[in-house]
């Protein structure tokens, strides 16, 4: 499995300021434009050799949340009604600096 690096593995990595990790598929991170291209194979990035990205900015429970929205946006991305996500208002603030950070303003 030579071809099966971290860079073509199907899961990433990501790691809040906290220490805490999150094991994400890889195609659910790629509603980031951010995420897509620190992960691209073809980049210099080290997160593209690693499959591992460190958010030194965002806390384990701001990262938590992105990671639901990562999911959800993966499971209906296809879909034309979706049911709303709960946010929770103390994390407001926070998530939209970190969604700011990771392109999810962007159209993809």
């Not at 094991?23 to 690693?50: G, I, N, Q, Y």
Request: one cysteine or more; glycine letters at 4%.
């Amino acid at each position: 499995m030579a071809t099966n690096g971290p860079s073509h593995n199907k899961y990433v990595t990501l790691v809040s300021s906290d220490g805490f990790e999150f094991v994400v598929l890889r195609e659910a991170t790629f509603v980031s434009p951010a995420l897509r291209s620190m992960l691209d194979s073809k980049s210099s990035f080290v997160e593209a050799r690693t499959g591992r990205c460190v958010f030194e900015e965002i806390s384990g429970m701001v990262l938590d949340k992105v990671v639901e929205y990562f999911h959800y946006w993966y499971k209906n991305q296809e879909r034309e009604v979706v049911k709303d996500m709960d946010i929770p208002v103390e994390l407001c603030l926070e998530l939209l600096m970190a969604a700011d950070y990771l392109g999810l303003d962007k159209q993809t």
